[in-house]
């Protein structure tokens, strides 16, 4: 689980990620230069990819870490294949 602090560090950088959104949407209705659209675009998905970081180093750090000083051997691989599968999502 994300603590209070992370959460909060989520919440700014969505709100943030929001008003770049809109700034775009401002910039596409304008007719703004289309390299100046792709930057901003550009911008908010290094944003997303921050928020995504923050995630999964809690996950890691509680989840996966839990599974393994568990000694479980079901939830260790159940947590590996977790792993292995979002791998898979991120690298497409």
Known sequence: MLDDKQKKSIRDRL??????????SKMVETDRYCLDILNQTSAVVAAIRNVENIVLQNHLDTCVADAI??????????????IMSMLGTYRR
Do not use: P
């Open 15 to 24: 709100s943030r990620i929001r008003g770049q959104l809109g700034g775009v």
């Open 69 to 82: 000083r568990s000694e479980n051997l079901t939830e260790q691989t159940e947590k590996q294949k977790e």
